[in-house]
């Protein structure tokens, strides 16, 4: 192995090391910032909790707010599921008609452009059941990047390549499920990594907004209880579970999307330094 080669490799190991060992430096050097604050400020607790507090708490509290959690995640993935079906289905009607993708789509910006604060007031008049308006207000944050980013990838496939599938013959579906669904596969895995935070963001403030309470409400009704109470330092402890549920989401979906890219897409494969 020559000495360019030896100098590649060496560069290529810091940067993987430098990924996750930088955000951890920048992480760690905040939390002892926000503790050193908290003492050389006097702050009391039920204004802002040190760091440490917060970890136990969050231990502490692990009853009370992991079920909380649960309740949360179901309505998340539920949302996530029901976007990607309605939206990938969606996006392939756009695909194979341009007619109804002009008819429907201006609905679908509606939707993604209208606060789900302005919107809820009317689900709460028109459904009944609590666990179904949840649902609907995280489907309507999380739906429109799969609609958008799908119809784009079903969109920018190569005409040459549609010439070619059309000189030979293919039908219509025969594009779509070798051609065009392949080529959109990079942009639907794209929109599904937004969608899965605004999923959880959209559960999150649909029980918000709902003032959803009792045994089975989840993480939002936590942090609203815990305010009214003071109970501050539980209150740190549900966002602190609710982002890192966000990062695990956010996390776990590149890994899905890298495993199914990186062997044949340009943003998957690693490059040559």
Same mark, same amino acid.
């Given at each position: ?8 490799l060496? %560069?290529?190991?810091?940067?993987? &090391?430098?990924r996750? $060992?930088? #955000? *951890? ?11 050193? /604050? ?16 917060? *970890?136990?708490t969050?231990?502490?509290d692990?009853? &009370?707010?992991?079920?909380? $959690?649960?309740?949360?995640?179901k ?10 079906? @309605?939206?990938? @289905? ?8 341009r007619?109804?993708?002009?008819s $429907?789509?201006?609905f %679908? ?6 606060? /789900?604060?302005? +919107?809820?007031? *009317?689900?709460?008049? !028109? =459904?009944?059941?609590q ?9 309507? =944050? ?10 784009? @990838? ?31 596969m ?5 929109g599904?990594? +937004? ?28 942090? +609203?209880?815990?305010? !009214?109470?003071?109970k +501050? #330092?539980r ?6 579970l609710?982002?890192?549920?966000? &990062?695990? &989401?956010?996390?776990? *979906?590149?890994a /899905?999307?890298?495993l199914? $890219?990186?062997?044949?897409h ?7 330094r």
């Amino acid at each position: 192995m020559d000495a360019e080669e030896q100098a590649r490799l060496r %560069a290529r190991q810091r940067e993987r &090391i430098g990924r996750w $060992l930088m #955000p *951890l430096l920048i992480m760690g050097a905040a939390l002892i910032l926000w503790d050193r /604050i908290c003492v050389w400020n006097e702050i009391p607790p039920y204004i802002l909790p040190r760091p440490w507090l917060v *970890l136990t708490t969050l231990w502490a509290d692990a009853a &009370i707010l992991l079920p909380a $959690l649960l309740v949360t995640l179901k309505i998340t993935f539920l949302s996530l599921l029901l976007a990607v079906t @309605g939206g990938v @289905g969606l996006a392939v009607l756009f695909a194979q008609s341009r007619w109804v993708e002009m008819s $429907l789509f201006p609905f %679908a910006i509606i939707l993604q452009v209208t606060p /789900i604060v302005a +919107i809820f007031p *009317l689900i709460n008049i !028109y =459904v009944d059941n609590q666990t179904a308006k949840l649902l609907l207000c995280a489907w309507i =944050v999380a739906f429109f990047p799969i609609l958008s980013n799908t119809t784009l @990838g079903l969109n920018s496939v190569d005409r040459n390549l549609l010439d070619y599938f059309k000189l030979n013959g293919a039908s219509r579906w025969q594009t779509l499920w070798h051609l065009r669904l392949p080529a959109s596969m990079p942009y639907f895995l794209g929109g599904l990594k +937004i969608a899965g935070g605004l999923a959880l963001i959209g559960a999150v403030v649909a029980e918000f907004v709902a003032g959803a309470a009792g045994q089975e409400s989840g993480l939002a009704s936590r942090i +609203i209880e815990a305010g !009214y109470r003071l109970k +501050i #330092p539980r209150l740190f402890a549900a966002l602190l579970l609710i982002s890192l549920t966000g &990062i695990l &989401i956010f996390i776990t *979906l590149s890994a /899905i999307s890298h495993l199914i $890219l990186r062997r044949w897409h340009e943003s998957a494969i690693e490059r040559e330094r």
